[in-house]
């Protein structure tokens, strides 16, 4: 089956992997520290509730994490979904179950960046005034399946990963 990280040859994935991991853990380092209350999964979710909470700073402070967050995207979807191909590689080299499940995961990680990408140009649009009846529920929608694919793929590569770290011991 096909998947996103054909064009990286299995041999580089982990030297491609683990910058792409650092520089993700760096950027979600720096959007949790955004000093906003309520924060910004509470304005993806209720945006209309928790933009009239806040103040014209917190406002800036949003515009400048929903800029940041369409660098996030890319790269923690590019990170999570390598995750899942390369745990699906290995699952198929031991022959177990479940490898096509990672290869889906890595696309679905794709489709979780393009829901993120949905529901930032909903809330700038929020943001800067122009409160259209369904960009809140569009946002809040696309934040619930985003977070959903991105779980799973997590879930997935936690799994993986240890029992790749088990079958390395072996």
């Known amino acids: 089956m096909s998947h996103p990280f054909q064009f990286i040859p299995a041999d580089n994935y982990v030297q491609v992997f683990l910058p792409l991991l650092a520089l993700t853990l760096l950027l979600a380092a720096v959007l949790s520290a955004i000093p906003l209350k309520p924060d910004i999964v509470q304005f993806e979710l209720n945006a209309l509730k928790v933009i009239k909470s806040w103040k014209e700073t917190d406002k800036m402070w949003a515009a400048f994490s929903l800029g940041l967050d369409f660098l996030f995207l890319v ?77 799973l793929g997590l879930l997935y590569a936690a799994v993986g990963g240890i029992i790749w770290v088990k079958l390395s011991w072996v």
């Open 75 to 151: 790269v923690y979807s590019t990170t999570i979904g390598l995750a899942c191909v390369w745990l699906a590689n290995v699952l198929q080299a031991y022959s177990l179950p479940l490898a096509t499940v990672g290869i889906w995961l890595a696309w679905g990680q794709w489709v979780a960046a393009l829901l993120d990408m949905v529901e930032n140009i909903a809330l700038t649009i929020i943001l800067v005034g122009s409160v259209r009846a369904t960009l809140p529920q569009l946002a809040k929608w696309s934040a619930i399946f985003k977070f959903g694919l991105i779980i």
